[in-house]
């Protein structure tokens, strides 16, 4: 009465299987009878389920208004019938951000911002529905969050208002402005008022004076640092005081200090120490180019060389030493100007334009010009200038 397969059922098989079962005597055949059977197969969970790709990449802007379209789907098939064969899908870790439905579509609960994160490792796991012992598969999304220009640049910590020394130079660097944005976008300062008195570096946001600044004298100066779409202002009152007697002060010091320089000294050549009573440090405030080529040390006040010279592109700067204070928004300083003159070096050799091939008639007459020779010197003034002579051959 045992009842056997005939053929393994292969790939294709029916879920159920019916038939009539005839019991006969072996005696006497008419006596028989007949019961029904019915067969129920099921499925062994022998694969695991398989996504599609090993990992997955993709990009999401910040900000992105909800509710959106999934930012990804992804597929994992299993090849065993039934419930084996059923996936559903759940997430490691989902950040709190991150849904994923029963087709494998990824939405967002909430707006991604670069500025807290900006990309995210989620491992998504498809497992199928065999109670007993379930199979799993593995796969990894690599989420980046892209900046969007949503954030105003903030200027760092600005004073509501500055007191300052007066200042005999136009052109000083009086104090520094700073500014950050949280996209990292590029940023530049502006000076709304005021501007026929002080201007801003728009990269720098250094803060200097387009007069001499006088005692008692107030100013209200607004500023701006915009990023090109954001922007944030601000309002600082400058305030032009006579410092107490005990800030800096250069009283041992000429007001104009003249100095001179060959245009051959190595970097590192000090041309003078600068000495203040007072100063917390000491600065080059009026520079233009003068800061590239010259090097202040604010401790010692030591003035240094700190690229080579060239008397052929500049011959004479011009400096302002000051000796600074600071307590808080005030600032007390003293001046002093200096003038540098850049001596000349006879430093490079004549050089002839190319070598002179002449055919000359025997004929010619004493002292005719057979021919025209050309040498340069690119030394300036009497180093440039160039006598010839025939030194042999003749």
């Known amino acids: 009465g045992n009842i056997y397969l ?14 009539i079962l005839v019991a006969t005597d072996i005696q006497n055949s008419s006596l028989t009878d007949q019961t029904l059977v019915n067969v129920y197969t099921y499925s062994d969970n022998d694969h695991h389920p398989s996504f599609s790709m090993l990992e997955y990449h993709v990009n999401v802007t910040e900000g992105l208004p909800l509710p959106a379209n999934p930012i990804l789907t992804v597929t994992a098939v299993d090849n065993d019938n039934g419930a084996n064969g059923d996936v559903t899908y759940s997430f490691n870790n989902s950040f709190g951000i991150f849904t994923i439905s029963s087709n494998g579509d990824i939405n967002l609960l909430e707006a991604l911002d670069y500025e807290e994160t900006i990309s995210y490792d989620l491992i998504v796991y498809a497992t199928d529905a065999t109670p007993a012992h379930p199979r799993t598969a593995i796969t ?17 910590n600005p004073p509501s208002s500055i007191t300052l020394s007066p200042v005999p130079y136009i052109g000083v660097n009086l104090f520094l402005l700073r500014a950050t944005d949280p996209d990292n976008s590029s940023f530049s300062f502006t000076l ?12 720098s946001g250094i803060v200097s004076n387009k007069i001499i600044l006088e005692n008692g004298t107030f100013n209200s100066l607004n500023f701006r640092v915009s990023d090109g779409i954001n922007e944030e202002e601000i309002t600082i009152l400058v305030t032009v005081a006579t410092p107490p007697s005990d800030t800096p002060s250069f ?36 520079c233009g180019t003068a800061f590239s080529v010259f090097e202040l040390d ?23 030493v000051e000796g600074r204070e600071e307590d808080g928004n005030t600032i007390y300083s003293d001046y002093v100007k200096v003038e540098i003159e850049v ?12 070598d002179v091939e002449v055919s000359v008639n025997e004929n010619i007459g004493e002292e005719k010009i057979i021919t025209d020779v050309t040498a340069t010197d690119d030394d300036s003034g009497s180093y440039g200038s160039i006598t010839y002579s025939i030194i042999d051959g003749n």
Do not use: H, M, W
């Open 140 to 156: 990894r999304i690599f989420v980046s969050v892209i900046n969007e220009n949503d954030n105003p640049p903030n200027f760092i």
């Open 343 to 354: 001596k000349n070096v006879n430093e490079f050799t004549p050089v002839f334009s190319g």
């Open 6 to 19: 005939d053929t393994p059922l292969g790939s294709n098989y029916k879920t159920s299987y019916q038939f």
């Open 298 to 320: 604010q401790t010692t006040g030591i003035l240094s060389l700190q690229s080579l010279l060239d008397f052929e592109t500049d011959t004479f700067y011009e400096l302002v």
């Open 192 to 203: 709304l008022s005021q501007t026929n008195k002080f201007k801003i570096d728009s990269e």
């Open 251 to 286: 009283e041992d010091e000429s007001e104009i200090v003249e100095l001179s320089i060959s245009e051959g000294e190595e970097v590192g050549y000090t041309l003078r120490t600068f000495t203040a009573i007072n100063p917390s440090k000491y600065n080059l405030v009026c």
